[in-house]
T-cell receptor, first 114, second 112 residues
Framework: DTEVTQTPKHLVMGMTNKKSLKCEQH?????MYWYKQKAKKPPELMFV???????INESVPSRFSPECPNSSLLNLHLHALQPEDSALYLC?????????????FGPGTRLTVL | GENVEQHPSTLSVQEGDSAVIKCTYS??????FPWYKQELGKRPQLIID?????GEKKDQRIAVTLNKTAKHFSLHITETQPEDSAVYFC???????????FGTGTQLKVEL
């Protein structure tokens, strides 16, 4: 398996809802990432997990809560989001070491907050 | 943090022509420079990458050049085809950690 998968593909939620995004990879990668991407903008890093430990939090609001249950799975728990949080949420993974640590992206979850 | 400038923001070429996109950076410790292609509604896909100890790398119609002294790297696409139309992002990784910093993107349109 050489792909990063994400579910769901689309998600519509209200500002009081709680939902979760899921990411999975079976490439043996030990680093996993969450990015947020607005239309016509580059991906913006949110979190990095390295060997299942949170290594980077780019000052993301606490309404976004990441979780890495094991080396293949990465979740992003959402609570009390704002309409401006509507975006494409991309997961990525990489080997986690080495000078050429290529990141491979999943297809993303298109999130709309009403 | 690291800053990456990418130019041009939009590029329109005729089918068969070449396209060049350039990125400049400031951190001399940057050691890895990937390029991603993102079609509308799709994921960013790695198309080519280069390490800091290499000056040029080529893969069929795509090439990347790196000038460490001047701190810029460029994507070259030859014999462009309509399916090359997409947004292209340069990126780089600094001296430590696995964080990528992305350029602002270039919308490439290949016209028939």
């Amino acid at each position: 398996d050489t792909e990063v998968t994400q579910t769901p593909k689309h998600l519509v939620m209200g500002m009081t809802n709680k939902k979760s995004l899921k990411c999975e990879q079976h490439m043996g990668h030990r680093a996993m990432y969450w990015y947020k991407q607005k239309a016509k903008k580059p991906p913006e890093l949110m979190f990095v997990y390295s060997y299942e430990k949170l290594s980077i939090n780019e000052s993301v609001p606490s309404r976004f809560s990441p979780e890495c249950p094991n080396s293949s799975l990465l979740n992003l728990h959402l609570h009390a989001l704002q309409p401006e949080d509507s975006a494409l949420y991309l997961c990525a993974s990489s080997h986690g070491q080495g000078a050429q640590d290529t990141q491979y992206f999943g297809p993303g979850t298109r999130l709309t907050v009403l | 943090g690291e800053n990456v400038e990418q130019h041009p923001s939009t590029l329109s070429v005729q089918e068969g022509d070449s396209a060049v996109i350039k990125c400049t950076y400031s951190d001399s410790a940057s050691n890895y420079f990937p390029w991603y292609k993102q079609e509308l509604g799709k994921r960013p896909q790695l198309i080519i990458d280069i390490r800091s100890n290499v000056g040029e790398k080529k893969d069929q119609r795509i090439a990347v050049t790196l000038n460490k002294t001047a701190k810029h790297f460029s994507l070259h696409i030859t014999e462009t085809q309509p399916e090359d139309s997409a947004v292209y992002f340069c990126a780089l990784r600094g001296g430590g950690g696995n964080k990528l910093t992305f350029g602002t993107g270039t919308q490439l349109k290949v016209e028939l």
